[in-house]
């Protein structure tokens, strides 16, 4: 069964500094991976997605995540993060070939000093 | 395109009780997903509809039910609400529900379940 790790329940960082979210995944074929965010009282919001192609993948907001099939790992980055970004991320992977049950990490909580 | 709407927002009820939850899917989706949402177990999946059917179940008791209308509208019905199903409740939609080729879901904005 696939499953999704994100070893960092909170991360404060600055804005205006860089920042990386670290998502490790396990799943035996080609994983089909996402990064979603919440806001407080919403929904979850599509940042990325990575299946198939480059390994660097662009998404809204600035986000970027690398794809590294040696390392198991979906790490989301952004080169300067703004007060808005304070939210939390979730990773997720979907079973390659078809169906739509995702499978989530526990989330990192992002939180922005001014 | 209006997004996924899910009814009510909140929700208070007592143990015993049943609810029932309802997503609207995004105009011309025809997958709905349902997913739980708890500080103790993350975003578990409950189930998917596509055309009607359920295609895909999570790992929780049959209490927890659902069903698809024509119009792709969804809910998910609990029976017999025990303390534990407090919870967030997430629909998600899709075109053809293959997230797993790279489809994207749709998330609305929850419906927060208190249960008493």
């Known amino acids: 069964a696939q499953s999704v790790t994100q070893p960092d329940i909170h991360i404060t960082v600055s804005e205006g500094a860089s920042l990386e979210l670290r998502c490790n995944y396990s799943?035996?074929?080609?994983?089909?991976l996402f990064w979603y965010v919440q806001s407080p009282g919403q929904g979850l919001q599509l940042l990325l997605k990575?299946?198939?192609?480059?390994?660097l993948v662009q998404g809204i907001k600035g986000f970027e995540a690398e794809f590294k099939r040696s390392q198991s790992s979906f790490n989301l980055r952004k080169p300067s993060v703004h007060w808005s970004d304070a939210a939390e991320y979730f990773c997720?992977?979907?079973?390659?070939?078809?169906?739509?049950?995702?499978?989530f990490g526990t989330g990192t909580q992002l939180k922005v000093e001014l | 395109k209006a997004g996924v709407t899910q009814t009510p927002r909140y929700l208070i009820k007592t143990r015993g009780q049943q609810v029932t939850l309802s997503c609207s899917p995004i105009?011309?989706?025809?997958?709905v997903s349902w997913y739980q949402q708890t500080p103790g177990q993350g975003l578990q999946f409950l189930f998917e509809?596509?055309?009607?059917?359920?295609?895909n179940k999570g790992n929780f008791p049959g209490r927890f039910s659902g069903r698809q209308f024509s119009n792709s509208r969804s809910e998910m019905n609990v029976s017999t609400l025990e303390l534990g199903d407090s919870a967030l409740y997430l629909c998600?939609?899709?075109?053809?529900?293959?997230?797993?080729?790279?489809?994207?879901?749709?998330f609305g904005p929850g419906t927060r379940l208190l249960v008493l």
């Open positions: 998600a939609s899709s075109p053809t529900g293959l997230a797993g080729v790279g489809e994207t879901q749709y």
């Open positions: 799943y035996g074929a080609t994983p089909y």
């Open positions: 990575y299946f198939s192609g480059d390994t």
């Open positions: 997720a992977v979907a079973r390659g070939g078809g169906g739509n049950k995702l499978t």
């Open positions: 105009s011309g989706h025809r997958s």
């Open positions: 509809y596509f055309s009607e059917t359920q295609r």
